[in-house]
Structure formats: structure tokens, C-alpha cells
């Protein structure tokens, strides 16, 4: 795809992401960011080169949702009232107001992230298990048994 002249993969793990396919896009200096459209795209054309196509094939066939039981798991959440076969990959990665400020039961128990919370939060519509790992070194996790929920979290490095 064409690099995010706004940031979002750099800011996201993305230098992180690069790295570990041996690419430094944090040379020179170290900053990413006001970087010119040239470097860019020079970034971003080795790293294209450097990601295996079984890794990005992969990434692309995952789906943005997927269902075990009772519950409904993706990455933001879902728009209330709209069957859960037909949320939008859009909504599915993006949403936020909308689904957090929803009180009412859904279809299923929604298992997301994407808004980060100092600790998971279990509700009776949705479990956030977003803990901002990256930053913390807290990884968040939803373990179901039955009927019953709890969250594990592990800690580890930061960044």
C-alpha cells in the first residue's frame, strides 16, 4: 500500500514492526516524522522488499472478526443494531463513541481493543483488553472457562 504520510504505522509500532525485517526507518537522526515524501517512499520500498509475501498474504487473509460462543471478537467494536455478519471492516477496526457509549446488550459479549484503559474492562456487553502493551509491557488477555471470565495479564519490556 502507499506509505501514511500521516504516520500511523510509525507511531503504532511500525520502526518496531520494520526492524524485526531488518530495516532501520529511523536512521538519520532518528526521527521519522517531517520526514520528505522521497524518504518516505524509500523507506516504505524496502521495507515492501524486505516482508516476505508469505507473511503479507497471510496478514491479509485473516478476518477482521471472528465469533467462539458467546462471544464476538475484533479490534474496536462494533456499531449497535447492526447484525454482527454485517458490521463494516471499518467500523470493526475504527469505531469508538458510538460503541463504548452503547449501554444495551449486543448479540454476543464483544472481546475488542483500540481504546487503551489503565486496566481490561469487563461489562456485561463488552470486555476491553486493551492495555496499551507496547507502552506498559502489560499484555492483556481474556481467559473464558465455561460461564466464567477472568483476565490474565503478563508484563514484560516496555516498548
Known amino acids: 500500500e502507499t506509505p501514511d504520510a500521516d504516520g500511523l504505522f510509525m507511531r503504532y509500532g511500525g520502526i518496531q514492526t520494520a526492524q524485526s525485517y531488518g530495516v532501520a526507518l ?36 485473516l478476518p477482521f472478526s471472528l465469533t467462539f460462543g458467546d462471544f464476538f471478537f475484533c479490534h474496536a467494536g462494533i456499531r449497535p443494531g447492526i447484525a454482527l455478519e454485517s458490521q463494516s471492516a471499518q467500523d470493526l477496526i475504527w469505531i469508538r463513541d458510538v460503541f463504548h457509549n452503547h449501554s444495551g446488550l449486543h448479540p454476543k459479549i464483544v472481546v475488542h481493543g483500540h481504546t487503551p484503559v489503565p486496566e481490561a474492562e469487563v461489562m456485561v456487553n463488552r470486555v476491553n483488553i486493551d492495555t496499551l502493551a507496547y507502552q506498559t509491557g502489560n499484555l492483556s488477555a481474556l481467559v473464558v472457562d465455561g460461564a466464567d471470565k477472568r483476565i490474565l495479564v503478563v508484563s514484560g519490556e516496555r516498548g
Open 26 to 61: 529511523n536512521e538519520g537522526g532518528g526521527a521519522w516524522f517531517g520526514r520528505s515524501e522521497a524518504a518516505l517512499r524509500q523507506g516504505h520500498a524496502t521495507l515492501v522488499e524486505a516482508v516476505p509475501k508469505s507473511h503479507v498474504e497471510f496478514l491479509q487473509s
